[in-house]
């Protein structure tokens, strides 16, 4: 099972890109990496996944290196809204299952 | 499109006292997962269902904590009798299934939060 490891916390102001890396040392094969985020008395919410090079969706962008040991979450141009906890999680997902959430990493965006 | 309906949201019992959390995923959902998730950390798999059939339930404290999914539809998760280190937001959350056109994704409903005094 491939442990995720995150920044606990980031700050960044209003208007700039933020990126959160993910180092997942232990990745398999058939693994593919997703991104959740989670605000305060809300259950978690599917932001982007992705399994190799480069995803881009309207939120955000995934980037996965070739040895896909690590993986960062670049949110561009945050907003007050954005403050929430970010999870990277790394599992099979035809399966449907082992998906395990780490601690996760806590981004407060500044007025 | 309706999402993971989850009740009760908030629930307050005594230690030693029982509760049972319910949850209705996504129509057409297969699979069905119940998160345990302590203020500050994040969400730990408790059980994972696949249509009425236990997948993963190995973080489960099975001499307090019981799930079924009788129908392969909504689900009950129930402690008994309940710990102060119990209290936590209970999450359910539904996907579309198996397969590899299923990207896997989790639908969360808000979670119900229990309180142990």
């Known amino acids: 099972l491939a442990k995720t490891t995150q920044p606990i916390s980031m700050d960044s102001y209003e208007g700039q890109e933020v990126n959160i890396t993910c180092s997942h040392n232990?990745?398999?094969?058939?693994?593919?990496i997703t991104w959740y985020q989670q605000f305060p008395s809300q259950g978690p919410r599917f932001i982007i996944q992705?399994?190799?090079t480069k995803v881009t969706n309207e939120v955000a962008s995934l980037f996965i290196p070739a040895d896909r040991k690590s993986s960062t979450l670049s949110l561009p141009r945050v907003s007050l809204s954005d403050t929430a906890v970010y999870y990277c999680?790394?599992?099979?997902?035809?399966?449907?299952?082992?998906?395990?959430f780490g601690t996760g990493t806590s981004l407060t965006v500044i007025p | 499109e309706a999402g993971v309906a989850q009740s009760p949201r908030y629930k307050i019992i005594e230690k030693r006292q029982s509760v049972a959390f319910w949850c209705n995923p996504i129509?057409?959902?297969?699979?069905l997962y119940w998160y345990q998730q302590i203020l500050g950390q994040g969400p730990k798999l408790l059980i994972q269902?696949?249509?009425?059939?236990?997948?993963?339930d190995s973080q489960l404290p099975k001499d307090r904590f019981s799930a079924e999914r009788l129908k392969g539809v909504d689900s009950t998760l129930k402690i008994q009798p309940a710990k102060l280190e119990d209290s936590a937001v209970y999450l359910c959350?539904?996907?579309?299934?198996?397969?590899?056109?299923?990207?896997?994704?989790?639908?969360f409903g808000e979670g119900s939060r229990l309180t142990v005094l």
């Open positions: 959350a539904s996907s579309p299934g198996t397969g590899d056109s299923s990207s896997g994704e989790l639908f």
């Open positions: 232990n990745i398999a094969t058939n693994d593919y």
């Open positions: 992705g399994y190799k």
């Open positions: 999680l790394v599992g099979v997902r035809w399966t449907g299952n082992q998906f395990y």
């Open positions: 129509s057409g959902h297969a699979t």
């Open positions: 269902f696949q249509n009425n059939g236990v997948v993963d």
